[in-house]
């Protein structure tokens, strides 16, 4: 029998994330936990209960919170309004801080790093997270990177929504090798093909959307005038 | 008012499918919806009751596939054994002819195309799936062809899981033009860097799979001999 104690990734899950966020890197490391003895891969949530997603689809973690009080992988989805109102949910930035505080890695997608950033994790450390959000992260005392994902020990923060699959995949390789991770790669056939091509970055009118990314941020921290002032003044 | 009839964008959701088949496209359709009045998007269950996918996560379809009988696209996810069995369910199959029907576009993730091909909706097409059963699509009676989507008519079909991202777009790209395409490209960060580059696809040994894929479409279909016989005759 096998006596190595089961290595557990989890994925943290509140109302509202955005789907392909946690899709994504769960793809990438339940196609480990397949491949390799002695990972599990969980998806943590307050209840066992249905949680809405940014999309139709509502989504039914496996764990609560209180089941898998310490993972050895922490990842952290993020989202629109949802997850910038959640960085003033203590309960869930307790909880985030409690996981993340004996796991050997912790990651984050998207606005998820803002979450980690709020719970005072990233203090010191070089991040990224979406695109529109990337200055906030100096509020939480971090310094934004411009990467697809950025790794500062034991942290690996990635860009927005779809960048999770590159940074699990690099997960991957960091806690099992980087043969493993390939083989993930070839199985999911992670080969993309935009059908217009890269991001033309410079050609990108940042102007133009930052009205909207400063409305969903002062519209979901509302009722919490403090933080939303910490974060925009 | 609008007074224009709601273009309905429909997931297919079944026991067992790949999450990220239908997590990626979601997202690109999901954002459509969001950017763009007239379109909306949906997942289509028997029930709208947690169904099993193939990660640690159940997802709740939105609608049954009563509620929402002529969509304007479907699209049908893949996945491993639990899709290869659906082959012989005979009940969804007669729903994904249906909604297919009269749908504008109809997409397909993965092995999503061999339930297509199973409903008889792909004869004398060209067409992809996974790598690992590319060739089985000969025997729904369609051209398998190596690429990342593949375009015949109103059938749109990707190659494995992660593919369904860049068919998303492709097939907004149809609906609502190129640039909704590349805004919602550009606000789910789809700026691929998987960490180890492309697949280097002549250096994979295709032989090395092959008892493992076969092992799962015997596996799966076991109880129905004669689809099986069909199949790897």
Known sequence: MEQTPLRTIAFAVYPGLTLLDL???????????????????????????????????????????????????????????????????????????????????????????????????????????????????TRFGATPVAQRWVEDGRYVTAAGVSAGIDMALQLVARVAGEELAREIQLLIEYDPEPPFGPIDWPAVDADHYRPRSQQALASALADHPELLARLTS
Chains 1, 2 share one sequence.
Request: a negative charge.
């Open 23 to 137: 899709a994504g890197p769960l793809q990438v490391c339940s196609a480990l936990e397949q491949l390799a003895p002695g990972f599990r891969t969980v998806v943590l949530g307050e209840r066992v209960e249905p949680v809405d997603t940014d999309t139709p689809l509502a989504v039914v973690p496996s764990h609560t919170f209180d089941e898998v009080p310490e993972p050895f992988v922490l990842v952290v989805p993020g989202g629109l309004e949802p997850t910038l109102k959640a960085l003033a949910d203590e309960r869930l930035l307790a909880r985030l801080r409690k996981a993340a505080d004996g796991a050997h890695l912790v990651g984050s997608v998207c606005t998820g790093s803002l979450l980690l950033g709020a719970a005072g994790l990233l203090e010191g450390r070089r991040a990224t997270t979406h695109w529109w959000y990337r200055d906030l992260l």
